[in-house]
């Protein structure tokens, strides 16, 4: 049971992923853009490149022979992963996977229209005037998002139409890949949003870890929290659309499934075929095994006999609010002064606004008072500071 795995996209979940790996006695090659990666720094091997060029991406392939190819980010070539397959390569979950939740378009497509799941009312805009008609259309306030990108970038709520022309100016100024195009969507005025950790196995059922409770402000996770409070009903409606849209993708591993809860029932939202930003809140411990250890176990077929909820817990993030090379991350004394705490230092070799830079955890016993431990979190991560 060894294999080689070529990660495209070296983050923090990258990161994590790849020791999750290692202590399975895998071997792992770390990719991105830029030199000195998150993931980069644990793996066995790195390579820097443009994963939006097929040439490069076939390159370092052929190079690296990889069993399984794992990717971890958006902008990526993700076509060539059909390629990939037919030369008996394995990428996780499937090329399809890749392909269909790399796009806006393709992904929410297949939810609403293929398999009849409860989304927002959408449309698409090529051009500026399509996206005022979809806007006329929509009503105010609307939600508009590239197609193609990550971290909540180029994400707006419009609410005053003097601000069409800027806001469709973001969306596109902020588009990943070579895809202009937005999507714009009908606003949901939800009581809150979950992240539905979904796990689909080689020889196994598809299994669901406790429901995340998680905070964004630009469109990007701020903190999260496991377990949410949720209703039965909405937790087995999120649970079959969950199950729906992963079979219809194909493929194993782990799968973050979001989705709004309203007065109205349950909204599919978005979903990411690999470890989840909010999910982060597992490394607290909240779970027998963490989404990185369940994404691991998946992707090489090794049994996931079940998932428990050990503790409560919370996580908050620590950005950065500047552009630099050079900087210091203070304050982590502090934060470790509480207890049932701890503290993800990154180790991203450059800062930008709002870039994240660390995580905060904090934990407790069963039933303890989520909102509590969510201020214990905020506090913790306010102690460190990136300068």
């Not at 207890?339 to 991203?348: E, S």
Request: aromatic fraction near 8%.
């Amino acid at each position: 049971m060894h294999k080689k795995i070529l990660l495209l996209g070296s983050g923090e979940l990258g990161k994590e992923l790849v020791i999750a790996l290692k202590r399975l006695g895998q071997t792992v090659v770390a990719v991105d853009n830029y030199p000195g990666a998150p993931a980069m720094q644990v793996a066995d091997d790195f390579e820097v490149i443009n994963m939006l060029n097929g040439t490069q991406l076939d390159a370092i392939v052929a190079k690296h022979q990889p069993d399984l190819i794992v990717p971890e980010i958006e902008a990526i070539r993700t076509e060539q992963f059909y390629v990939y397959e037919e030369q008996h390569i394995q990428v996780v979950p499937s090329a399809k996977a890749a392909n269909f939740t790399m796009n806006r378009k393709l992904i929410r497509d297949l939810a609403s229209k293929e398999l009849g799941l409860q989304t927002a009312r959408y449309f698409y805009a090529t051009t500026f005037i399509e996206f005022t008609k979809a806007v006329a259309a929509i009503g105010l306030p609307c939600v508009v998002k590239p197609l193609m990108s990550s971290s909540g970038k180029g994400q707006s709520v419009l609410k005053n139409l003097e601000y069409q022309q800027q806001v469709w100016d973001y969306a596109i100024a902020n588009s990943r890949g070579d895809i202009q195009e937005v999507i714009i969507e009908e606003f949901i005025a939800f009581d809150s949003e979950i992240t539905l950790l979904t796990i689909t196995q080689k020889n196994g059922p598809t299994l669901f870890c406790p429901p995340i409770g998680h905070r964004q402000e630009r469109g990007d996770y701020q903190e999260s929290w496991q377990p949410a409070a949720i209703n039965e009903e909405y937790l087995e409606d999120a649970r079959n659309m969950a199950e729906k849209v992963t079979a219809a993708l194909t493929g194993a591993g782990i799968w973050g499934v979001e989705f709004f809860l309203t007065n109205k029932g349950v909204y599919f939202s978005e979903l990411s075929p690999r470890p989840h930003d909010t999910g982060m809140v597992t490394l607290a411990g909240t779970q027998n095994l963490s989404q990185f250890e369940l994404h691991a176990r998946a992707i090489l077929g090794l049994p996931i006999p079940a998932i428990q909820l050990e503790r409560f817990g919370a996580s908050a993030v620590i950005l950065a609010n500047k552009t630099a090379d050079i900087f210091t991350i203070t304050g982590l004394e502090k934060a470790l002064e509480q207890t049932k705490t701890d503290v993800r230092i990154f180790g991203k070799p450059t800062i930008r606004p709002y870039r994240r830079m660390a995580v905060a955890l904090v934990y407790d016993n069963k039933n303890t008072d989520i909102t509590q431990l969510r201020k214990k979190a905020k506090i913790a991560a306010d102690n460190i500071v990136v300068e």
